[in-house]
C-alpha cells in the first residue's frame, strides 16, 4: 500500500493522500484511474473533465484536478492557479461543444458541508436560461451551499 504524502504544491495546488496521488476511496479518483468507466473529454497532468452523471443544464461538466485535492473549504490562497486553470479548461471544453455564449454560463462549486464528494470539482453549466426549477436552486448564486469560481478565487486571494 502506498505511503500518504498529503503535501501540496504551489504550483498545482494539487494534494497526494498517497504515492500515485488518487484517494482510493474517491469515486472522482476511480474515474481519473479509468476505473468507472466515464468519458474523460479532457485529461491533463493538472486537471480532467466529464459529464455530469445528473446534469442541471444542457452543458454540464465537471472540471476536477487531476490527483486528488480536497473540497473548496480546503483550499488556501496557493490555489489560486489551480482554481482558474479549471475555469480555463471549462471554457475550453463549452467551445468544443459549440457553447460560445459566456454570459449565460455558470462556473462554481459547493460549499460543505453541502458537497457529495470531497474531491474538489467545479460545476461547469450552460445555458443557465435553459436550466430547471431544481437546478436553479442546486447551483443559485448567493447561497450558502454554491459560490461561484471567481467568489471563490476573491476568497482565496483575500487569505495572509
Request: net charge negative; aromatic share 8%; proline share 6%.
Amino acid at each position: 500500500m502506498a505511503a500518504a504524502v498529503n503535501t501540496p504544491t504551489p504550483e498545482t495546488g494539487i494534494t497526494s493522500h498517497n504515492d500515485d496521488g488518487f484517494d482510493q476511496k474517491c469515486i472522482f479518483c476511480k474515474i481519473l484511474k479509468g476505473e468507472m468507466g466515464t468519458e474523460l473529454l479532457y485529461n491533463d497532468e493538472t486537471v480532467s473533465c466529464f459529464r455530469d452523471i445528473h446534469p442541471g443544464a444542457p452543458h454540464h461538466y465537471l472540471v476536477v484536478p487531476s490527483k486528488h485535492v480536497g473540497n473548496c473549504k480546503s483550499l488556501g490562497k496557493e490555489h489560486v492557479p489551480l482554481v482558474e486553470k479549471l475555469v480555463e479548461t471549462g471554457k475550453e471544453i463549452l467551445q468544443k461543444n459549440n457553447v460560445t455564449d459566456l454570459s449565460d454560463v455558470r462556473f462554481g462549486f459547493h460549499w460543505p458541508p453541502f458537497c457529495s464528494v470531497t474531491h474538489l470539482h467545479l460545476h461547469v453549466l450552460a445555458p443557465v436560461s435553459q436550466m430547471g426549477f431544481v437546478s436553479r436552486l442546486i447551483y443559485r448564486l448567493n447561497s450558502y451551499w454554491f459560490v461561484t469560481a471567481d467568489q471563490l478565487v476573491e476568497r482565496l486571494n483575500s487569505m495572509s
